[in-house]
């Protein structure tokens, strides 16, 4: 949590975080536009390339065609792979992801531990050693009962190969589930060369602290995660748990309602301005297509204006049927 209001004081010496914007564009006109740290596209339609600052994500946009995510910051960037991660870097910031397959690490566990290891050891070559906010997406998170559904043998393969990765504090995360066809993990992270302040919501269990019902290993992550100049809060992925509990089971609307009262409570945490606006991009995570539809347009009566992406993926409890996650620019 926000210890001290002269810490949310933006220092001008350092980085301007990357602006984050949704855009109909091409991929070729998104990567050559200068500062270009990482660009996102989703679903089986987004285009192929070998440019390590390009990503596809597999999970399916609800509107059609989809935008493409784009992050840019301020000078030159350099990019290039190491092993299994593909980074890219400039104006203090570093981008970096991997993706594997399950099929080749024995499952969700080991390929979790194999990615956080692998990140961890390509961050120790890095000045942009802060890592501030973390994406992970896998498939069929819900499948399996007790200690062996995925979501929590993912939190066990993460903590492992994470090791000591995250002790100077967790990053802002979101985990979500996809429905490609492979069995594949993919995580992606946003680091600089000055650390950030993490934010914890009120109303919410940090999900270090969650009790053992929610698996062997608690989930490792805070709320949200201003940036080092404190111009911009990232939210991590955020549903309607209140304390560590799930509410309104079967109804997406009111746990819809429960999720943007969780955000409304960090954002005033954080000392941010109040609600979203045209330059606060934010993703909606629907668990069932045939919720799609009303939860877009609660989301337009709420939120009017505030950029959308609305994404098929399922949030890591099964009760849960909608999650969001985004940035709030000062």
Known sequence: MVQASENLQAKPTLPRTPRVTYRMTTLPVALAEGGTLAAFGFGAGAPDSDDPRWLRVPLECFDAPAPLEVWQVDGDVVCGRQHNVRWSAGGGWLFASIELDERATGGIEAAARQAYAELRQFMRTRHERYVLRIWNYM????????????????????????????????????????????????????????????????????????????????????????????????????????????????????????????LDALLATADMPAGFDTHSPLKAYVRHATDAARVRDKLQRRLPGVPVLLMHGDVCRRELLVEIDGWRFR
């Open 139 to 262: 498939a069929d998170i819900n499948l399996g009962e007790g200690d062996v559904e995925r979501y929590k043998q993912f939190c066990d393969g993460r903590a492992v190969g994470s090791n000591d990765f995250f002790a100077e504090g967790f990053p802002a995360a979101t985990a979500i589930g996809h429905h490609y066809r492979a069995p594949v993990l993919q995580v992606y992270l946003l680091a600089c060369i000055d650390g950030g302040a993490a934010v914890e919501n009120p109303r919410q269990t940090s999900a270090w602290h969650y009790p053992r019902q929610y698996g062997r290993t608690s989930p490792g992550f805070t709320r949200g995660m201003l940036m080092p100049a404190r111009d911009v809060l990232a939210i991590s992925g955020t549903a309607a748990v209140v304390g560590h509990t799930s509410a309104h089971e079967g109804d997406p609307e009111a746990q819809l309602d429960e999720t943007l009262a969780n």
